[in-house]
């Protein structure tokens, strides 16, 4: 497994509301990226790995979820998580950006304190599927805490891959006895 940290800022556009008219405002991004290896068929690790319904069982901070908008995981899908970090308690919506059946899922905020965006990538490959997850955020909540904020969150996201491979990996049957 690899992690990879971007810490120069990227430029992302905003819409904000301001007298009755839309404005464009730019935002400091935060991004990383975290790549692993599993060894199980790619549909396989992409039909576990968007079904919201798995999701507390690889991500560690995750504390609930749901779907607000769209009860199947598409483009446009909202659905609301909560995680629990650094001692916070973080409740966000997200929407649905891409969608493409065993290549890639896309999501980002549209409610919540952090503002970000996250992909999903999937790979064939000859031991497995290589998966690699992007982030940037804006993570203006965590001000003061923000080189701390981004070196746990970097290391929440290699832990859930891990963990996520450990779990597919081990399964002796599969993702049947993994989603049980």
């Not at 971007?6 to 975290?34: C, D, I, V, Y």
């Not at 599993?38 to 901070?61: C, G, H, M, S, Y």
């Not at 995680?83 to 997200?94: D, L, N, P, Y």
Request: net charge positive.
């Amino acid at each position: 497994m690899q992690a990879v940290i971007g810490r120069r800022p990227t430029a992302s556009l905003l819409l904000t509301k301001g007298a009755g008219q839309w404005h464009e405002k730019a935002m400091n991004m935060t991004s990383f990226e975290t790549s692993v290896v599993i060894a199980r068929p790619l549909e396989e690790v992409f039909a576990f790995t968007t079904d919201i319904n798995n999701n507390i069982k690889w991500q560690r901070i995750l504390v609930d979820t749901g779907f607000t908008h769209g009860e199947i995981m598409d483009i446009g899908t909202k659905y609301r998580y909560t995680v629990k970090f650094m001692g916070k308690r973080i409740e966000t919506e997200a929407v649905v950006t891409a969608f493409e059946e065993n290549r890639a899922f896309s999501a980002k905020t549209i409610k919540g304190p952090v503002t970000g965006e996250f992909h999903l990538s999937f790979e064939p490959v000859h031991s497995g599927t290589a998966l690699t997850t992007r982030c940037r955020a804006e993570l203006g909540y965590f001000k003061l805490t923000k080189p701390i904020a981004l070196r746990l969150a970097r290391e929440q996201y290699r832990k859930d891959l891990d963990a996520l491979k450990r779990l597919l990996e081990t399964s002796s049957q599969g993702l049947s006895s993994a989603a049980a």
